[in-house]
């Protein structure tokens, strides 16, 4: 069984012996890609003029933790097509499995039974069908792990997607949490959804075409925080992840909802960002901005 580690990595490494170590005896590699994710920038990310890849030592240790076990890439790009590399990667490595770990988690002293965890993914490897599976993974206080708009509780133990079995045929879709099979295109996906609304008062159906996780594997559990960033790390971070949540909403919903109802977007190709209030905000010539409406139909504004 061929277990790979995927690790989307940036200035990390302070965090990277913490985070790493435990996994390596039970793993086959460690896929780590090294770089920036590219989202629209506000006035205040844009001044702090940060490098596309990792400028401390982040390369360094991580040869030095993992060893063989390493493949190392530079790549910068959005959160969905950098963590998409690694599902590649492992996928071009024959592994069975990958794990996502963040730079921020590391495995909770209190769960490492790994003859438990291992044991479980034999038997998800060899008697199901599903492609995607949860951990268990402690949400600590804020005061340790700022939120960056993650709308999740304190000391609480929430299930997330971590495990992907046959990573080399998924693919991100829609958002940097939801995947699907390589097969299906963005177009299946979005027709599902045009014909499938939502109605008042009722939750949206789930898609078929998106793989579903419905089991939780036990025996390891992770937990997170962010004491080893420093405070300017914390303040980006605040604004990237405002200006991803923003922008996968932007490009993965409105707009194919835009063309397909037959509207128009203002000034597609022209740089923006997300303000305090999540409306889109051109930058024009001169360092001037101005705040754009949505969606533009027949000359009207259809939509604010």
Same mark, same amino acid.
């Given at each position: 069984?061929?277990?790979?580690?995927?690790?989307?990595?940036?200035?990390?490494?302070?965090?990277?012996?913490?985070?790493?170590?435990?996994?390596?005896?039970?793993?086959?590699?460690?896929?780590?890609?090294?770089?920036?994710?590219?989202?629209?920038?506000?006035?205040?990310?844009?001044?702090?003029?940060?490098?596309?890849?990792?400028?401390?030592?982040?390369?360094?240790?991580?040869?030095?933790?993992?060893?063989?076990?390493?493949?190392?890439?530079?790549?910068?790009?959005?959160?969905?097509?950098?963590?998409?590399?690694?599902?590649?990667?492992?996928?071009?490595?024959?592994?069975?499995?990958?794990?996502?770990?963040?730079?921020?988690?590391?495995?909770?002293?209190?769960?490492?039974?790994?003859?438990?965890?291992?044991?479980?993914?034999?038997?998800?490897?060899?008697?199901?069908?599903?492609?995607?599976?949860?951990?268990?993974?402690?949400?600590?206080?804020?005061?340790?792990?700022?939120?960056?708009?993650?709308?999740?509780?304190?000391?609480?133990?929430?299930?997330?997607?971590?495990?992907?079995?046959?990573?080399?045929?998924?693919?991100?879709?829609?958002?940097?949490?939801?995947?699907?099979?390589?097969?299906?295109?963005?177009?299946?996906?979005?027709?599902?959804?045009?014909?499938?609304?939502?109605?008042?008062?009722?939750?949206?159906?789930?898609?078929?075409?998106?793989?579903?996780?419905?089991?939780?594997?036990?025996?390891?559990? !992770?937990?997170?925080?962010?004491?080893?960033? $420093?405070?300017?790390? &914390?303040?980006?971070? *605040? +604004?990237?992840?405002?200006? #991803?949540?923003?922008?996968?909403?932007?490009?993965?919903?409105?707009?194919?909802?835009?063309?397909?109802?037959?509207?128009?977007?203002?000034?597609?190709?022209?740089?923006?960002?997300?303000?305090?209030?999540?409306?889109?905000? !051109?930058?024009?010539?001169?360092?001037?901005? $101005?705040?754009?409406? &949505?969606?533009?139909? *027949? +000359?009207?504004?259809?939509? #604010?």
């Amino acid at each position: 069984m061929k277990i790979a580690i995927g690790f989307s990595c940036y200035q990390s490494a302070e965090e990277i012996e913490r985070s790493l170590t435990p996994w390596l005896p039970h793993i086959s590699h460690v896929v780590a890609i090294d770089g920036r994710y590219q989202t629209p920038e506000s006035p205040e990310m844009k001044k702090m003029n940060l490098p596309n890849y990792s400028t401390d030592e982040t390369e360094e240790v991580l040869k030095k933790i993992c060893g063989d076990k390493l493949i190392y890439e530079q790549f910068t790009a959005s959160q969905m097509d950098k963590r998409q590399r690694y599902l590649d990667i492992a996928g071009d490595l024959h592994s069975d499995f990958l794990i996502v770990h963040d730079t921020d988690d590391f495995i909770h002293p209190d769960y490492q039974n790994w003859n438990k965890f291992n044991a479980q993914l034999e038997a998800v490897l060899k008697h199901w069908d599903d492609q995607i599976f949860k951990i268990w993974t402690w949400i600590p206080n804020e005061i340790i792990w700022s939120r960056q708009h993650n709308a999740v509780p304190s000391n609480y133990w929430m299930k997330y997607n971590r495990v992907h079995k046959d990573p080399g045929n998924q693919r991100y879709v829609l958002n940097h949490f939801t995947f699907t099979d390589k097969s299906i295109t963005d177009k299946e996906i979005n027709d599902w959804e045009f014909a499938h609304p939502v109605e008042p008062g009722l939750a949206p159906l789930e898609n078929p075409l998106v793989l579903q996780s419905n089991i939780v594997l036990d025996g390891i559990r !992770i937990t997170t925080d962010r004491r080893l960033r $420093t405070a300017d790390q &914390l303040a980006y971070g *605040d +604004g990237w992840a405002w200006q #991803n949540m923003h922008e996968e909403n932007w490009r993965w919903t409105i707009m194919p909802a835009a063309e397909h109802i037959g509207v128009r977007i203002p000034y597609p190709e022209d740089e923006y960002y997300f303000n305090e209030k999540g409306q889109r905000v !051109i930058y024009l010539k001169k360092g001037k901005e $101005t705040i754009m409406n &949505l969606v533009i139909k *027949d +000359g009207q504004v259809v939509s #604010n």
